[in-house]
C-alpha cells in the first residue's frame, strides 16, 4: 500500500473512530434517562452510518436509515403500548439523529457532525431547563420568540448574497447584506440568550445581573444600580461591581463579533485589549464586591421586533457615517465616528468597523483602533451615568475603576500595535 492509500486509511479510520464517539455521547443522557436505547444502541448507529458512508454504498446507507426509522418508530409505539407514558418520539428522533451524524463524518464533514451532535445532547441534558421555560412564557415573550425565528431566518435568504453598494456618484459603501442582517440577528439573539438565563436563575447574585445583564443592555445595569444605591447607599460596592462586569459582558461581545465574522482573515489585534479589560473588570469585581448579595432585575421583553430594526437602521447609519468619514477625513474622521457610535452602541460600532474591514475599505490596525475606542467610549458612558448618583462614594468608586480599565485598554492596545 502506498503512502497515499495509508492517509486515505488512516483518514477513514479516524472518522469511524469520532463516529462512534459521537454516538456514544447521544446516548449518554439516553441510557441515564433509562430509555429502551442508550450507549450502545447510539455507538453502532453513528458506526453503522459512518461504515456504509465510508464504503460509499448509497444502498446499503439508504436501507440503513430506513432500518434505525423503523426501529425507533416501533420503540416509540412500545412506550406507548407497555409504559402508558404516552408517545414519545424523543428517542426515535435522537436515533435517526445519530445516524445522521454518522453521515456527516462519514463523509469527512467532521465540524459539522460535532456541532450537531453537540447540540443534540444539550437539548437531551436541559429537558427540564426547556421545559421550564417554555411553560412559563407569556404570550408575550412568545410572541417575541415568534417575531425572532421571523428576522432570523425568513428575512436573512432573501437578502441578496455578495457584496452591494451603497450611495451616490461622488461616493459610495459596499456592504454585505446578509452579514449586516446576521450580526443584527446576533445582537438581539444575545438578548433573548441573556434574558433567559436572567429569568431562569433570578438574582443569584451580582454576576448574573451585571455580567448577562451586560450582555444586552449595559445601560439597564447601571441604571439598576442607581436605584439600588440610592435605595441602600451600603450596596455600593456591590454596584461598583455589576457595572465593572457590565464592562466585562461588553468587552466579550465585542471581541465575539471581531473574530467570529472575520474569520477568513481575523482581527487578532483586538484579542489582547479586549481580554485584558475582561480579565481586568472580572478581577476588579472579584475583589470589591459582597458576592452574598441578590439584585433583582427587571428585564424587558426577551426580544423586540422595531428594536431590532432601529438597531440594524442605526448600525447601518454607522457605517456609512463611519466609510463617509473615512473617505473625506481621513483615519482620524473615522475614529471619531467609531468613539461617537460608542456613546450610543458599542456593539453598532463594532460591526460596522467588522463590515468595513471585510470589504477592504479598512486596515487591521484601522479597525481595530476603532472597535477599542468604541469599548473605551462606552465604558465611559457608564461612569457619566453613574455620576448622576448622589452617592459620592459611589461615584468615586466608580470614577477610579473607569480610570484604570482606560488605562488598561490604552496601554495593551499600544502593546498590541507595537508588535
Known sequence: MNAVGLVALEGDLIRIVLAGALGLLLGLEREWSHKSAGIRTFSLISLLAAVFT????????????????????LLAVRGLLIEEAGLSLTTSVSMLVAYGVGVLVGTGRLLEGVTVAVLSSLLLVLKRELHSFAWGLSREELRSTAEFAVLAFVIYPLLPSGDMPIGTAGFSVSIEPRVVWLMVVTVAGIGIVNYAIVR????????????????????????????????????????????????AAMAVRNLAIALAFT???????????????????IGIAAIIADWSEEVE???????????????????????????????????????????????????????????LYRTGSLSHDVAVIAILLATASSIVVK???????????????????????LAITAISTAVTLMY
Not at 54 to 73: E, K, R, S, Y
Not at 200 to 211: D, E, L, M, P
Not at 263 to 270: K, N, R, Y
Open 54 to 73: 465510508v464504503l460509499d454504498q448509497p444502498l446499503l446507507l439508504a436501507i440503513g436509515g430506513l432500518f434505525v426509522a423503523v426501529q425507533g418508530l
Open 383 to 405: 461612569a457619566l451615568l453613574a455620576a448622576s448618583s448622589p452617592d459620592r462614594e459611589f461615584r468615586r468608586r466608580v470614577g477610579i475603576w473607569t480610570g484604570v480599565l
Open 263 to 281: 474569520i477568513g482573515s481575523p482581527l487578532f489585534g483586538a484579542i489582547i485589549p479586549l481580554t485584558a479589560v475582561t480579565l481586568g473588570a
Open 200 to 247: 431562569s436563575y433570578g438574582g443569584r447574585g451580582i454576576a448574573v445581573t451585571g455580567f448577562f445583564g451586560g450582555l444586552a443592555s449595559s445601560t439597564a445595569v447601571v441604571g439598576t444600580m442607581l436605584d439600588h444605591v440610592r435605595q441602600r447607599p451600603e450596596a455600593a460596592s456591590y454596584a461598583v461591581a455589576a457595572i465593572l462586569l457590565a464592562d
Open 297 to 355: 432585575m427587571d428585564l424587558e421583553s426577551p426580544f423586540s421586533l422595531r428594536n431590532a430594526l432601529g438597531f440594524g437602521a442605526i448600525f447601518l447609519l454607522i457605517v456609512v457615517a463611519g466609510a463617509f468619514a473615512e473617505a473625506y477625513l481621513g483615519t482620524a474622521g473615522f475614529y471619531a465616528t467609531a468613539a461617537l457610535s460608542g456613546l450610543v452602541s458599542s456593539a453598532g460600532a463594532a460591526t460596522s468597523a467588522v463590515v
